[in-house]
Each structure stands twice: as C-alpha cells, then as structure tokens.
C-alpha cells in the first residue's frame, strides 16, 4: 500500500461511465468480427457518442483545406486549393507567433479571434455586442475551471443546478471539484420543458444538502432535443435574478434547431429584458467548434461569454484561463472558420455551401425518421426533436426484462443496450447515465449520422426492439 | 455586487505572471514600431517562453507533411509527399474514428499509440517494459490533474516539494487546488545540483505548515540547465522511499541534453536499483511533445507514466483523464510522430536528419556562446548549460538599482528586465517568477532560437548590460 492508498473524496466520487464499459464491448465485438466470429451483423455501428466524424459525417472541405496549409505552409503553392483557401491559411497564419501553428497560441488575449467571434455575435444577436470572451480546449474545461472559482471549502457544500437529463460529463466535473450537483426534471410530457416550479422545488431540497450558487442550463436541450422559448428563458432569468443564481448556459448546440423555433441566445433576451436584468444577472455562456455542422471534436477548441461579471473576478479567471492550459491552435483556427465561413462569391462557396446543405438536408431526414419508427413501435415513446444532436426517447420496458436486469446487478436501460450492442451490433447508450426519473427508462442515440446509416440502425432497432419486448413479453 | 463577488480563496491564491505582463508590454512595443515610433532597435526579440516555434525554429517537414495529409486526406493523391509520409497519415487515419481527425480520439485506451510509446521506452530504458500510461493535452495538464487525486480537505494542507528554481505554473497549479508548494533550493554555486541534505531540510521545514505527500523534480532542469546523475537518481529515490513521498517527475526535456552527461530516466534508475524500490516507490513521469527537437507546443499532447501505483486508484485517474478533456488528435498524432521517427531507409529519413541535425547543431552554438557571452560580462554569472532550453545566469545588481526597483514598487529582476525590454528590445523573463534564493538575482533566456537570433540577442543583451551596470554604479 502507498503513499496513494488513499485518494481525495472528491475523485472518489466520480462515477466511471457506463458508456465506457459499453464502448469497450463495442471494441471487442469489432476484434470478433474482424477475427470471423459468426454475428447477426457485419459491423458495429455507434451512434452513442456526439461525434459527428465518428458516426461517419464528413468534414467540410473549406476547413480541412485551411487547416491543412497552416500546418504544411508549403501548400500556398499547390493549384489544386482555391484562392480564399490560401488567402485564409495565410492570414490565420500571420496571427500565430512566429508564423507557425507549432508556438503556444495567447488564449488570454488573442485579438483576431476575439474580433471573429465579437462580430458573429452580432450578427446572431442582432447587434448586441461580446461580452468579454475566454478562449479553452473545449466547453466543458471552459465550465470545469469557471466553476473552479465558485467552489468555497467548507462543510456545506457549493452546489449547481443540473438538468435531468443532462451531460453526465457536466456532473463528474462538477463531483470532482468538490462540489454538488443538484438535479432539476425537464418535463418529458411536455417535449422536455423546463417548468418554473421544478426549479424552484429542486432550489428548496438542495438548499438542504447544499449551497446553490449557479444554475446550469443546456439550451438547445441535449440529450432532451427541447429549444428554449423566449418566454422560458425570460422567466429563468427573472428566477436567477430573484434567488441570486450564477447562470451558466451551454448553447454549443445552437446552430442545431430544426423545427419552427429559432435559437435565441440568453444574452440577448437579457439585454432585451433591459435594467435592472441586463446589467445585473451575471452569465457565462460556452459555445465549441466541436459541434454543429463543423463537428470538429477532435481538434479541441472553444469559447466561454462572461456577461455582469466583476473586473476583479475576470482577472482572476483569465489568470485560470491562460496559465493552466492554452486552446490547441489549430482548433482555434477551426473555431474562427466555424463563425467566419466563406461567403456568396467566395471561391470555396459553392461548395462549402453544398456540404453544409448536406450536413442540414441528413439531419432534418434523421429526425424526421427517428421520430417516425421509434413512435411506431410498442412500448417505446419518443419527444419532438426541437434541436440538439441526441433523440432520447422513452423505453416502457416489461417487468421481466427489469427484473432480469436486476437480476444481473445493472439498471434495466443499460441491459438493453448490452442486449442491442451484442444482438443487432447498434451501440446507444442508456438514459440512466444522463439522469431520469425514478422508474423511467431511456437511450440517447445520436442523430448526426448518414442517412443511410440512420436507415439502418433504424431498422437493426425495430427488428431488435420487436424481439426484446416479445422475449420479456 | 453579484453572485460571484467571493471566488474561491484556491483561486485567488494563484498569482499572476509577471511574464504576461512584459510579454503585453513587449506586444504594445511591437505596435508602437509599426507605427513608426523610433526605437533604438528595428523589432523586438521574444526569447522568454520556451517556444521554438515562436522562438524562429522551423518545424520538422516530415511532422507537417504527415499531420496535412491526415487533415486532408485528398493530399494523398500528391506527388510532392514522399511514400512514407502518406503511408505514416494513413495508418494514422485508420486509428481515428470515422477515419477524421474531427472525432473524438480516445485517450484512455488508446492502443495503438501506447504501443508506440512503449516501443519507444524499450530502447530509451534498455529493454524496461512502460508501467501504466495516460495521454493528455500537455504535461501541466497531467500533473494537475494527477495532483487532484491527491489533495485532501481538511486543516492541514496538503503539499508538494518543488524545485527552486522550477516551473511557475506548476506552483500556479499547485496553489489552485488549494495545496502548498514548499520550496527547495537547488545549488547554484554546484551548477543548481539537488542536495539531499537541503530535501531533508525542506521536508521538515515543510512539515511545520503542511503535509507534504509528494516530491516533484524536473531534470534535466528547468530553468536550471542541470542535468541529474545516476547517483543524484538513486538519492532521491531512496530519499522519497523511506519518508513516503510519491514522486513526481518532469522528464519533458529528455531529449535536450548538451554535455557529457546523458539523461537516465528514473523509472529506468528505479528498475535498475532492484528491490525493494524497484517495485515499491510510487512514481509519476510526464513527456510532452511540446519540447525538444520537435516543439510542437501548439498542438497540445503529452503523456504520463506511472510505476507502482495502485489498482484502484489507477481506475479513478483513467476516468479522470478520459472523462475531463481529450487531448487533440493532431497532437496525439504528432506524439506518435516524436516518438517514432523516419527510419534510415524510409524516403523522408534525409530530409528528417539533415532538419533535426539542423536544430541540434543550433542548440550546441547558442548554449556554448550564451555560457561564453555571459561570463565575460561584469556582474552576470551563468552556470554550464548541461540540458533543457533555458540559461538561467545570474544577475549581480548594484545596491542603487535594486534600490530604484524598489522605489517604483518592483522586484529587481523584473525591473532590468523591463528596462532590457524598452532599450534593446529583447523579451526575457526574471528570476523571480521561478523561485531564487533571497537577494539573488536572475534572468531566463530562452536557447531554442536560431543562431543569428541568439547572436544578436547576446549583443543587444552585452550592450545593455554593461549600460546598466554603469548606469547604477
């Protein structure tokens, strides 16, 4: 036994992802299959994770293009790139110290991207200008550390209010600060709302175990898929604004809407509620290049809005934000192509426009589908998908099949999605990793995935499902 | 006053660099000179991160050439790239998920590249097998993160041994999870040797504000320039096993050794000194392909080994690694890349050689004339550069300029560092943001530059010294 025998409490607390384990089996499966092990399908297909490349969507020409001529600067010569390629590598390039994506790129005070992102902004916000603007590998280390500086010691712990269901990440980040998160429900009957009540219910019992000082929101909903109303985020603010809550909004997914409302950002409505909310509620709102129609995951880049926050504060968090760790460069680069892509008249237009449509024409197809064959089968109920990039639909499972999960020590979701992975080769994940109601059940599938592969986990899901529920009929 | 009004005292803790304030400095200069303004010099020359890149070093075209094509698949279909380079990006590509460097990569179980890197550590250790490995976005990034399973709550604060001088943002680090960084000093009169004798002192020392649970060494040294030997190795071994300490070693600049002396690393000592450290002594170590020959700091990627460490304690720190961030593909890829070069034989070999054969004989000129410069100088004193990429001589003020830092508030080396700053226009760091013994004085250089870079900066750098040095006599 050594000097690590025992551990801090608080990494103690971070529970291991089932995800984990099921992505394992997924691994060993596809060894098997390689191996020519007899299966009921030729390959594994995953739409567990929110990867976009992963489930097999392909990277927009115009970025990969751009990256590829900062990287290998000898590009600018070859007559196979367009000229905005060039002309973009090279201004990007200019940006990086001493020419060279190789250098540690200023993640405190990077001018340029601020100015790209500042004018996205007010574009999307029509006219409201940046809040002030930190630079991270990713949002979810953009919340980690920002959090890092709301949690106080002491024996009442600090407390975040979480949505059910929600980001389990979110929740490992928040257990291994030392902190507590405390769930809030969405409504599943009502497409999964966010109901007034509910939260000021789970701000009483946390104020039990706890000291709730933020309010953590995901907007558009993921896994859930809901979009916010204007009315809904108004009334959040004026609730945050009353109980004197930190409001920390992840709006990574705002570019994937598809019904009929439209994204609308928290600062802007806060800035059109006027005083005294606009200048007093205080927010944090991350965004990422690892989402949407760019899905650059890999590369590790995003940003976090700060609005109302104390200049003392601020130092302090750009102090977090650029000593700890500096945003890969090339994901910086991503990022600013992300919010400052090729326009009409461009060279890369046409076709960067081409891939997109794609991209928009697969998702819309995927939801619409998703919808329709979960809906048609027994037993299994599936919400309106407003946006994101999960569907999380609701699974009434036999008696039997929970109790032969039970039986076996895992909760019921996550045996079917063992059952799914090793019957029909379609790696999901279960509902009960993202938190939900005591005695629901629920897989989250990704949805940005080809069309014909939606078609077939699609149809490999209701052969499988069909099975399942006579089985444990 | 809102919600956030009192951040978490951990954070506050956390001081700011003084680096971060030349280097802001050093950019208003730069504008300045744009715009005309006469200076005594035509631009500023930035040696005070250790950033090859930034520094003027030009990267390895074999590391670029593959990390396009990997961006770009397309580029495969070029006749300008050597056969390798493609066969390199392709077998890198099949590693990705959805064949993207946009996915997700795997860090915990990241076969392929563990492979790589135990391949690496069989020649590097003569045949010693790799313990348990974890890839990251850096080696700052696994170090805190490690430390986390480590700092307990309570009264008594838990702390770390660091080297003085060493690294400020791992003290940065340290501070922000709310544990204590207790100094000791390395011996500069002995070339900054580590001194047991001066461990012992430490750790007692220690003892009276905190727990002190770990040591942390860097070697070869940095800022020091120290390289260890086996004898020093096995001291410290022996020292941390018998007063339980868990080691935690820096090793990023293993492949910037200059003298006599070759780097060992410890787990290599550790196994070669046989029971019972051999299999008892907890042990930490971090690469980072951010450094060496390579320098790819933008990129983001390093690796942690551990030796002896518990099971249990294993599983929590891979969920850790792999839950909070995943380090990005392109650095990743550019690890594998550092760790297993062109081969003699391979179609880039020549290129490869001649690059890196470029860099190495660049370092050996910069160290040997930095050594020489420096100590012809009255009043500076460095030490023999035997590893790393700082000199880190030091500086003998006059009483009436340490007496004018003071006035203007402060400390000394920061104020000949400014002043190097506005009269000559090189960017160098001081002492004091590392760790220096009471009324000692230093200054940071920065060695991975280009030989006409270094040149001149010595020249700029012996005119202002002897300026100074008259100036305040």
Avoid at 46 to 69: E, I
Avoid at 136 to 163: E, Q
Wanted: some cysteine; hydrophobic content about 35%; overall charge neutral.
């Amino acid at each position: 036994m050594g000097v690590l025998h025992e551990i801090s409490q608080n990494v103690r607390n971070i529970k291991p992802l089932v995800s984990s384990l099921l992505t394992r089996r997924a691994s060993q499966i596809k060894e098997e299959l390689r191996q020519g092990v007899k299966k009921p399908y030729k390959e594994v297909i995953d739409v567990c994770w929110d990867d976009s490349h992963r489930a097999g969507v392909k990277p927009l020409s115009f970025v990969r293009q751009v990256l590829a001529t900062c990287i290998h600067p000898q590009l600018v010569m070859s007559d196979r790139l367009p000229m905005d390629v060039k002309q973009r590598a090279q201004t990007m390039l200019r940006r990086c110290d001493g020419g060279s994506v190789g250098s540690y790129a200023d993640t405190s005070h990077p001018t340029e991207l601020f100015e790209t992102i500042s004018e996205f902004m007010k574009r999307r916000d029509r006219g409201a200008s940046a809040g002030d603007l930190y630079i991270s590998p990713g949002s979810l280390w953009s919340l980690t550390t920002f959090l890092s500086t709301l949690v106080k010691k002491g024996s009442f712990r600090t407390g975040v209010l979480t949505p059910v269901p929600g980001h389990c990440t979110t929740i490992s980040a928040i257990t291994g600060l030392g902190a507590v998160a405390a769930p809030y429900q969405l409504s599943e009957e009502h497409g999964w709302e966010l109901h007034l009540e509910e939260l000021l219910r789970a701000l009483e019992s946390a104020k039990r175990t706890c000291n709730p000082v933020a309010l953590y929101i995901i907007n558009p909903g993921s896994p859930s898929g809901h979009v916010q109303s204007r009315e809904s985020i108004q009334e959040v603010i004026r609730f945050v604004s009353e109980k004197k809550l930190f409001l920390l909004v992840n709006e990574v997914y705002q570019d994937c809407v598809y019904g009929e409302k439209k994204f609308i950002s928290y600062k802007r409505v806060l800035r059109e509620m006027g005083p005294p909310f606009a200048d007093t509620v205080e927010l944090a709102s991350f965004h990422s290049a690892s989402k949407g129609l760019l899905g650059e995951s890999g590369l590790r880049c995003g940003y976090m809005e700060l609005v109302n926050v104390d200049p003392t504060v601020k130092r302090y968090i750009a102090t977090l934000f650029s000593a700890n760790a500096c945003a890969p460069t090339l994901g910086q680069i991503a990022l600013d192509l992300m919010l400052n892509p090729p326009q009409p008249g461009d060279p890369s237009y046409p076709l960067y426009k081409m891939e997109t449509q794609n991209i928009w024409n697969m998702l819309i197809h995927n939801v619409k589908r998703v919808y329709e064959v979960i809906n048609s089968l027994p037993n299994f109920l599936c919400q309106s998908l407003e946006g994101g990039t999960f569907a999380f639909p609701r699974l009434y499972l036999p008696l039997k099949a929970i109790q032969r999960a039970k039986d076996m020590g895992m909760e019921p979701d996550t045996f079917y999605c063992i059952r799914l992975l090793e019957d029909a080769g379609v790696l999901v994940s279960p509902g009960c990793e993202y938190g939900q109601k005591d005695g629901t059940y629920h897989i989250r599938i990704c949805i940005t995935t080809t069309e014909e592969t939606m078609e077939e986990v699609l149809q490999r899901l209701a052969c499988f499902h069909t099975q399942f529920m006579k089985d444990f009929k």
